[in-house]
Structures are given as structure tokens and as C-alpha cells.
């Protein structure tokens, strides 16, 4: 296995410390500063192993243009606005997001754009296709953000959060690990000892779960970032990520890589693992340091409520035949809830400073388009 650097250095951990924590395998799989996933590829697109939103249609980002203008506005139009994206990918949401932008002089000349980014294959990648654009800085964190009116974007940035899982036993809850088999593969395992007093503060749904259950939990340090930063200093965060409304049991560490599914302890570095989202995490810990917490919904009722229809009919028309389809192809996967539509499986949380009642697209009483 020489050509699995890290899959030799976490056998190696194993060997040296004991079996290994979920948390800290994710992290090392992703992050690891050598051969971490997301420190050393461009992993998007056809040629990748995953495609986001912002890939799929410039629709995607525009919409999430004009839900920031109408942020701005409800903010009071403030002369100076930080506009902060979390994982930015190849820079395409943005870019698309800073086109639509440009139709409103005033906000476009208060924009300072801030890309939060850790792989520098995409911080290059993002770099050329932002280059025309003016007051753009790169930061590892978004503790490197400097104070200011911010309104956050983050889509698919929490999903890739280490987790910790627990399996529950007839004793209890206990942590689970990776461990190294007979055969010398990785293999699931569990701490030999529960979590003293871990079901105190567990959800009713999981805290009913039965024997063999799993329960993922994520910390809450960057959410609560979001939350104090945006409830101190104005403005809003937008969380848009696949997983669930509420918090349950239930096991989704997965590996993605070319498209589909992989096993995550097989070639540790060379796929993308991932963990669905606990909304209702997120929301109680938003809620918890005092910012105004908004939804959630999920994508396709979102988009829909902000004009993605009318702004695809608009495009249809003047496009040529085949483009139009590409289009209507498009709409349907944002916004389908069918097999292979993101409609339903990704969902969107606002998060805002206490004095803003209402987000678009966020509220039932909302009509689509009200962001434009």
C-alpha cells in the first residue's frame, strides 16, 4: 500500500495510540496538511468527484445576488458590506452572485469580498476566475474576517465538519472508532467504555433509539461563530447544505468519489467523506448565543420563492433550443424532489441578527420573487 501515504500514517496512529475517533479520522482524511482531500485537488466537477449547485447553473448564484440585496436592504443599505463565502469552490458562485450584483451600483460599490478557502488548488482556481473583481481578500478562517456588516454564505461548507458518532449499547452511548482488523484493514469499532451521563441532553427521537443505533453530532464552534459574528456586527448567514430537519439517529459518513458512492475507510485522502447536517442542531445552537434563527426549507421551496423560475424563463426565451433545455435540466435538478434532484435532500437556514424578522425566501408567507 505505498501508494496510501495516509492510509500507512493512520495505521500507523492506530498501532501507536489506540483505535481512533470518527472525528479524527474525517479530519485527517480531509485535512491532513500533506495529503489531506480538500488540501491538495480540485475536486469539482465532471473530472472530479462531485458537483455543487453553483456548477450546475448560474441560475444558482444569481439568486443568491438578489437574496443579498434584499439582506442589504432590510440592513438599512449600509455603505460598507462585507460579503463572506465559506468553502467557495471555484469561485462560480460568486462570480455569478457579484453579475447579478452589478445591477445595483450602491450595493455593488459597498462590497468588500471575502473567500474563506483552505486549498490552495482552489484559492488559484478561484483567483482567475474573480480577477476582475476589486476589495477581494483569501483567508484560512472566517476568525481572519476583520469586524464589519457581513452577510455569509456557506453552501456545502458544514457537510465536511468532522463528526463524532456514538453507537448505543445495552450500557449506554459509546464513542465510535476506527480500528485495524484481522486482515489489517480499517474497520468500524467502538470505545470500550460509555460516555458518562451522554444521553442527558440527546433529543427525545435519539434518546428512544434502540440498541445498534448510531447518533452524529457535529461541535458547535463554527455555527456559533456564524451566529455571534452576524448578532455583534449586523448582517446575515445563509447555510445551505444537504441533510436533515431534525435531529435523529441514523448513520450517513459517506465517501464520494467520480460520482458515486465509495467505502470511507478504503483509500483514506483520495475521496470526499461527508456527514449530512443537523439543522436543527445548527438552529438551537444560533438560537442559543442570540442571533434570530430563519427556516429551515428545504432548497427547491427556496429557490422557488426567490424567482428561480421566472429568472429561468427569462433565459429560455432568449436562449437557442438546445441551451433552453440545458436550462429546463437544470431547473429540474435545483429543484426537483424526485431521484437525483436537490430539491428536497439540501436544505436553507438563515441566520440573522435578532432586529431582522424575516429573511426572503425563508418565510411561508413569502412570495417567490420578493428578492428581486
Same mark, same amino acid.
Given at each position: 500500500?505505498?501508494?496510501?501515504?495516509?492510509?500507512?500514517?493512520?495505521?500507523?496512529?492506530?498501532?501507536?495510540?489506540?483505535?481512533?475517533?470518527?472525528?479524527?479520522?474525517?479530519?485527517?482524511?480531509?485535512?491532513?496538511?500533506?495529503? &489531506?482531500?480538500?488540501?491538495?485537488?480540485?475536486?469539482?466537477?465532471?473530472? &472530479?468527484? %462531485?458537483?455543487? =449547485?453553483?456548477?450546475?447553473?448560474?441560475?444558482?448564484?444569481?439568486?443568491?445576488?438578489?437574496?443579498?440585496?434584499?439582506?442589504?436592504? +432590510?440592513?438599512?443599505?449600509? +455603505? %460598507?458590506?462585507?460579503?463572506?463565502?465559506?468553502?467557495?469552490?471555484?469561485?462560480?458562485?460568486?462570480?455569478?452572485?457579484?453579475?447579478?450584483?452589478?445591477?445595483?451600483?450602491?450595493?455593488?460599490?459597498?462590497?468588500?469580498?471575502?473567500?474563506? !478557502?483552505? /486549498?490552495?488548488?482552489?484559492?488559484?482556481?478561484?483567483?482567475?476566475?474573480?480577477? /476582475?473583481?476589486? /476589495?477581494?481578500?483569501?483567508?484560512?478562517?472566517?476568525?481572519?474576517?476583520?469586524?464589519?456588516?457581513?452577510?455569509?454564505?456557506? /453552501?456545502?461548507?458544514?457537510?465536511?465538519?468532522?463528526?463524532?458518532?456514538?453507537?448505543?449499547? !445495552?450500557?449506554?452511548?459509546? !464513542?465510535?472508532?476506527?480500528?485495524?482488523?484481522?486482515?489489517?484493514?480499517?474497520?468500524?469499532?467502538?470505545?470500550?467504555?460509555?460516555?458518562?451521563?451522554?444521553?442527558?441532553?440527546?433529543?427525545?427521537?435519539?434518546?428512544?433509539?434502540?440498541?445498534?443505533?448510531?447518533?452524529?453530532?457535529?461541535?458547535?464552534?463554527?455555527?456559533?461563530?456564524?451566529?455571534?459574528?452576524?448578532?455583534?456586527?449586523?448582517?446575515?448567514?445563509?447555510?445551505?447544505?444537504?441533510?436533515?430537519?431534525?435531529?435523529?439517529? &441514523?448513520?450517513?459518513?459517506?465517501?464520494?468519489?467520480?460520482?458515486?458512492?465509495?467505502?470511507?475507510?478504503?483509500?483514506?485522502?483520495?475521496?470526499?467523506?461527508?456527514?449530512?447536517?443537523?439543522? +436543527?442542531?445548527?438552529?438551537?445552537?444560533?438560537?442559543?448565543?442570540?442571533?434570530?434563527?430563519?427556516?429551515?426549507?428545504? +432548497?427547491?421551496?427556496?429557490?422557488?420563492?426567490?424567482?428561480?423560475?421566472?429568472?429561468?424563463?427569462?433565459?429560455?426565451?432568449?436562449? =437557442?433550443? !438546445?441551451?433552453?433545455?440545458?436550462?429546463?435540466?437544470?431547473?429540474?435538478?435545483?429543484?426537483?424532489?424526485?431521484?437525483? &434532484?436537490?430539491?428536497?435532500?439540501?436544505?436553507?437556514?438563515?441566520?440573522?441578527?435578532?432586529?431582522?424578522?424575516?429573511?426572503?425566501?425563508?418565510?411561508?408567507?413569502?412570495?417567490?420573487?420578493?428578492?428581486?
Amino acid at each position: 500500500m505505498t501508494d496510501q501515504p495516509l492510509l500507512n500514517e493512520i495505521k500507523a496512529l492506530i498501532k501507536s495510540s489506540g483505535p481512533m475517533p470518527v472525528w479524527r479520522y474525517m479530519e485527517l482524511c480531509l485535512m491532513h496538511p500533506r495529503y &489531506g482531500y480538500y488540501v491538495s485537488r480540485d475536486p469539482l466537477g465532471r473530472e &472530479g468527484d %462531485f458537483t455543487t =449547485a453553483p456548477e450546475v447553473s448560474q441560475m444558482f448564484g444569481e439568486l443568491l445576488g438578489l437574496w443579498t440585496a434584499s439582506v442589504w436592504k +432590510q440592513m438599512g443599505s449600509p +455603505q %460598507f458590506l462585507r460579503l463572506i463565502e465559506l468553502g467557495p469552490g471555484r469561485g462560480t458562485m460568486m462570480a455569478d452572485a457579484l453579475r447579478a450584483l452589478r445591477v445595483l451600483p450602491p450595493l455593488y460599490q459597498a462590497l468588500h469580498i471575502h473567500m474563506v !478557502e483552505v /486549498n490552495p488548488v482552489l484559492r488559484e482556481r478561484q483567483s482567475a476566475t474573480l480577477a /476582475n473583481v476589486r /476589495n477581494i481578500a483569501w483567508h484560512d478562517s472566517i476568525d481572519e474576517v476583520p469586524e464589519g456588516p457581513s452577510i455569509i454564505l456557506a /453552501n456545502e461548507f458544514f457537510d465536511v465538519l468532522p463528526i463524532h458518532q456514538m453507537i448505543r449499547h !445495552e450500557n449506554g452511548w459509546h !464513542e465510535r472508532v476506527i480500528e485495524i482488523d484481522p486482515n489489517g484493514r480499517l474497520q468500524f469499532g467502538a470505545a470500550p467504555e460509555p460516555t458518562p451521563r451522554f444521553d442527558v441532553l440527546l433529543p427525545p427521537l435519539v434518546r428512544a433509539a434502540p440498541v445498534g443505533a448510531v447518533f452524529e453530532w457535529r461541535p458547535d464552534g463554527e455555527i456559533m461563530k456564524l451566529a455571534t459574528r452576524v448578532r455583534d456586527q449586523d448582517g446575515a448567514a445563509l447555510i445551505i447544505d444537504y441533510g436533515h430537519l431534525r435531529s435523529d439517529a &441514523g448513520d450517513t459518513f459517506q465517501a464520494i468519489a467520480r460520482h458515486t458512492f465509495a467505502d470511507p475507510l478504503k483509500a483514506p485522502g483520495q475521496a470526499d467523506v461527508t456527514a449530512h447536517v443537523d439543522f +436543527q442542531a445548527l438552529a438551537r445552537a444560533a438560537e442559543d448565543v442570540g442571533a434570530r434563527v430563519h427556516g429551515p426549507v428545504t +432548497q427547491g421551496d427556496f429557490l422557488k420563492r426567490i424567482g428561480i423560475d421566472t429568472r429561468a424563463a427569462a433565459l429560455m426565451q432568449k436562449a =437557442a433550443p !438546445e441551451v433552453a433545455t440545458d436550462i429546463s435540466v437544470a431547473l429540474k435538478r435545483l429543484t426537483d424532489t424526485g431521484r437525483g &434532484g436537490m430539491g428536497s435532500m439540501f436544505k436553507v437556514l438563515g441566520i440573522s441578527e435578532p432586529r431582522l424578522s424575516g429573511l426572503a425566501g425563508l418565510s411561508d408567507l413569502e412570495q417567490a420573487g420578493e428578492a428581486s
